[in-house]
């Protein structure tokens, strides 16, 4: 079992940046897809973006060209970096291992809130 602890989130008005950040409790970036998800009021959790262990990366069409997956397999962490925010990016901010994987138990997530 891996555990994740999300951080980064916060209130921000369109347009604006936000870099999110994942934590793995085990070393498991070298070896692993990693994926960032997110769950908006009475919505699904939705699947963001992925970033396989040689660091190639994926993204669902919504956040093309604005959102950026990346990671640091020395520090375990896996970011997120979030540009020209838009209202609808809005929701809680969730990592686990991607998307073609059996999740881990989901940790608590971070909030992110698009609003002027």
């Known amino acids: 079992q891996v555990r994740f602890v999300e951080s980064g989130g916060g209130l921000v008005q369109p347009g604006e940046s936000l870099r999110l950040s994942c934590v793995a409790s085990?070393?498991?970036?070298?070896?692993?897809?990693l994926g960032w998800y997110r769950q908006a009021p009475g919505k699904q959790r939705e699947w963001v973006a992925d970033?396989?262990?040689?660091?190639?990366?994926a993204y669902v069409d919504s956040v093309k060209g604005r959102f950026t997956i990346s990671k640091d397999n020395d520090k375990n962490t896996v970011y997120l970096q979030m540009n020209s925010l838009k209202p609808e990016d809005t929701g809680v901010y969730y990592c686990?291992?991607?998307?073609?994987?059996?999740?881990?138990?989901w940790g608590q997530g971070t909030q992110v809130t698009v609003s002027s």
């Open positions: 686990n291992q991607g998307r073609a994987f059996r999740s881990f138990d």
């Open positions: 085990r070393m498991i970036l070298r070896v692993n897809t």
């Open positions: 970033i396989g262990s040689g660091g190639r990366s």
